[in-house]
């Protein structure tokens, strides 16, 4: 039976090969923010389904952070609730799947390949999120396996402040 393997990070590396890693890292030239035109190049979400406007910190294929303006014109808002308008927990939690998205298509076992949820675990919502917030969503790459199933660690917050993590796991199913 297979299981899920975790992504190695710098911290396992011995100090020479993280030195040497460090190094090629700066001496290549990584693009370090996505504009909404790049991400849409990456992902297949569209108005009004699109839920990253920016993506503002970028590691190909292991982290990315972005961001949500959350404005009162967002539809759901218009029954979520009328009298106080709260952007809806799965909202959230979409928002958050989009970036980790970003990470996805960008793996090389996930090249062309659409990403669908396979589960979401110990999500927790900590805050509300209202009009005239900004969310901003840190996903990091937790595992892969088979290169079919990814295992990404999300939170997003308002102002510093939690408003929701949670454990995303993704499926790639068909070449995309």
Do not use: W
Request: proline residues 5%; positive net charge.
């Amino acid at each position: 039976m297979s299981t899920l393997s975790h992504v190695n990070s710098t911290h396992s590396l011995t100090p020479a090969d993280a030195s040497s890693q460090q190094n090629s890292v700066t001496t290549t030239s990584i693009k370090k923010t996505l504009s909404v035109e790049e991400i849409h190049k990456l992902l297949p979400h569209r108005y009004p389904f699109a839920m990253v406007d920016r993506i503002i910190e970028y590691l190909p294929g292991q982290k990315a952070v972005g961001i949500k303006n959350v404005t009162f014109n967002e539809p759901y808002f218009q029954g979520h609730f009328p009298e106080r308008s709260l952007m809806p927990g799965v909202m959230i939690v979409e928002a958050m799947a989009q970036v980790g998205g970003i990470v996805f298509s960008q793996l090389p076992e996930t090249k062309g390949k659409l990403f669908v949820f396979a589960g979401i675990d110990k999500v927790r919502f900590r805050r509300q999120v209202v009009p005239g917030d900004q969310l901003v969503m840190t996903v990091e790459l937790s595992c892969i396996k088979l290169g079919r199933f990814v295992k990404m660690q999300g939170r997003a917050e308002v102002d510093g402040q939690l408003a929701v993590e949670g454990e995303l796991l993704f499926s790639g199913i068909v070449n995309f």
